[in-house]
C-alpha cells in the first residue's frame, strides 16, 4: 500500500470512527427539517388575537365586500359609533381601527384607517386587496355598460385599481397623525437583525479573544494577578464596548451624511424635502425612537452578554477552532430560529409565537427587539426583561465555573460530560 494511500485511509477511518462525526451526521438534517418547518408549523397553529376592524361604508356598491378572517374581524358600525371611538377611549377595546370607506372612493381611490396603535402591515394589506377588486370589478362594469363593446369585459379582466389606505394614529392627546405601520415592519426587522449580526460578531470576537490567549499561555501569566471571573468579565465588558462604540460612530456618521445632504441641496427641492423630513419627524413621533432605542440597547447588552460569557466558556474549555464547534451548534440554533421567525412575527408580532419567542432569554433580544415598534403591553416587557436578567446572572456564573476550569487545561478532549463535571465543582 502507497504512503498516500495509508495516510488517506487513517485520516478518513479516524475522523469517520468519532461520535461527533456520527452525531453531526444524523443531527444536521433532523435539525435543518426542524429549522425550517417548525417555525411554520408555529405560527400557522398559534393563537393570534383577531384584530378588529369597524367599518364604515358610505359606498353603497361596495356593501359587505369585506369578510371577516381568522386574523381579522369585520364588523359594519354607523356614523355615531366612529364619532365616539374618535372621541373617548370607551370603544377601544372593542375595535381595534375604524375604516371609513368614503363615498367617492371610485374617483380618489383612497380610504381613511384610524387606530390607536400601529397595526400589523398585514392589516392594510388586507383592506387594500378587499377595496382593489371590488372597484376594479365595479369600474369595468361601468365600462361594459357605456361602451357596449363585446369582448371588452374579458379585455380588463385581472385589471386592478391602486387603493391608497391613509393610516393614522390617535394619540393620548386625541391629535390624528400619519401612521407608519410599514416603517415600524422595516425598523423592528432592521434592529432585530441588527441583534443578531451583534451577537454572531462580538460573542465570536470573545471566544476567539480567549482561545488565542490559552493558546498563547498569556493567560497563565495573567491568572497570577487577576481572578478568572474578573478576567471573563473584563473581556466581555471590553468587547461590548468596543460594540457600544461602533454603534456611536455610525449614528455620528449618519447624523454628520443627513446634514451635508440637506445643505447641498438645491432651493427647488428644498420644500419637497422638508415634506419629507416632516413627515419622517411624524414617523418618529409615533414610533417614539427614544424608547425604541434605548430598549434596542438593553437588548442588545443582554444579548451580547448572554451569547458573549457562554462563547467565553467555550473558547476556555477547548483548545482550538475545530473542537469548539461542537459546543456552538447548541448556541446557533437559537439564533437560527429566532430569525427564521422574525419575518412571521413581523406579520403578526402579537400571536403566542411572537410573545413566547420574545421572554424566552434565548430568543428575547432579537423578537422582542423587532416587537417593540408595534407596542408590547408593559407586563410583558418586564417579564422578558426581568427573565433575561435573571438568565444573565446564571448564565455568567456558569461560564465562569467553565472558565476558571478550562483556561488552564490544555492536551484534553473536552465533552459535555465534562463540561458538567466542571459546572458541579465547588
Known amino acids: ?27 444536521i438534517p433532523i435539525l435543518a427539517i426542524a429549522m425550517t418547518s417548525i417555525p411554520a408549523y408555529l405560527m400557522v ?15 353603497s356598491e361596495l356593501q359587505h365586500i369585506f369578510k371577516s378572517t381568522k386574523d381579522i374581524k369585520y364588523t359594519y358600525i354607523t356614523e355615531e359609533v366612529r364619532s365616539a371611538y374618535l ?9 381595534d381601527a375604524i375604516l371609513v370607506v368614503p363615498e367617492d372612493i ?23 386587496s378587499n377595496l382593489s377588486g371590488a372597484i376594479s370589478q365595479i369600474k369595468v362594469d361601468q365600462l361594459v355598460d357605456k361602451y357596449n363593446i363585446p369582448g371588452l369585459e374579458q379585455e380588463f379582466k385581472g385589471t386592478r385599481t391602486r387603493i391608497k389606505i391613509n393610516e393614522q394614529v390617535v394619540s393620548d392627546d386625541g391629535e390624528q397623525k400619519d401612521s407608519f405601520s410599514g416603517i415600524a415592519s ?21 471566544m476567539q479573544g480567549v482561545m488565542e490567549e490559552k493558546k498563547n499561555r498569556v493567560v497563565e ?20 464596548a468596543v460594540g457600544l462604540t461602533q454603534l456611536l460612530i455610525w449614528l455620528s456618521l449618519f447624523g454628520i451624511i443627513q446634514l451635508a445632504v440637506s445643505t447641498t441641496i438645491s432651493m427647488e427641492s428644498l420644500q419637497i424635502n422638508n415634506d419629507i423630513m416632516t413627515k419622517i419627524a411624524n414617523g418618529f413621533d409615533v414610533l417614539n425612537i427614544w424608547y425604541i432605542g ?36 447548541p448556541l446557533t440554533i437559537p439564533l437560527i430560529i429566532s430569525i427564521i421567525l422574525l419575518t412571521l412575527v413581523m406579520q403578526s408580532p402579537h400571536n ?41 446572572i446564571l448564565c455568567v456564573w456558569i461560564a465562569a465555573k467553565i472558565y476558571s476550569t478550562g483556561i488552564l487545561m490544555y492536551g484534553k478532549k473536552i465533552n459535555f460530560k465534562e463540561i458538567w463535571k466542571w459546572i458541579r465543582y465547588s
Do not use: C
Not at 372621541?87 to 375595535?95: C, F, I, P, Q
Not at 497570577?224 to 471573563?232: A, D, N
Open 352 to 392: 403566542s409565537v411572537a410573545v413566547w419567542g420574545s421572554i424566552i432569554p434565548f430568543s428575547s433580544p432579537i423578537i422582542m427587539t423587532a416587537r417593540i415598534p408595534f407596542g408590547v403591553p408593559v407586563w410583558q416587557l418586564i417579564t422578558s426583561m426581568s427573565i433575561l436578567i435573571i438568565f444573565f
Open 186 to 206: 422595516g425598523l423592528g426587522y432592521v434592529l432585530g437583525f441588527m441583534i443578531y449580526i451583534f451577537i454572531f460578531a462580538y460573542g465570536s470576537m470573545i
Open 45 to 59: 397553529n398559534s393563537e393570534s388575537p383577531a384584530t378588529k376592524i369597524g367599518v364604515l361604508n358610505n359606498k
Open 294 to 329: 434605548s430598549l434596542f440597547v438593553f437588548y442588545f447588552l443582554g444579548g451580547v452578554l448572554i451569547y458573549g460569557s457562554l462563547m467565553a466558556a467555550i473558547g476556555a474549555a477547548v483548545d482550538n477552532a475545530e473542537d469548539s464547534q461542537q459546543f456552538m451548534m
Open 87 to 95: 372621541e373617548t377611549t370607551e370603544l377601544k377595546d372593542e375595535y
Open 221 to 240: 501569566v495573567i491568572i497570577t494577578s487577576v481572578k478568572p471571573f474578573h478576567l471573563l468579565m473584563g473581556k466581555i465588558i471590553g468587547i461590548i
Open 1 to 27: 500500500m502507497s504512503p498516500i494511500s495509508l495516510v488517506f485511509k487513517r485520516e478518513y477511518l479516524s475522523r469517520v470512527k468519532k461520535k461527533s462525526f456520527i452525531l453531526v451526521t444524523i443531527l
Open 106 to 128: 371610485l374617483t380618489t381611490s383612497s380610504a381613511k384607517l384610524t387606530s390607536y396603535k400601529l397595526l400589523p402591515f398585514t392589516v392594510s394589506e388586507n383592506i387594500r
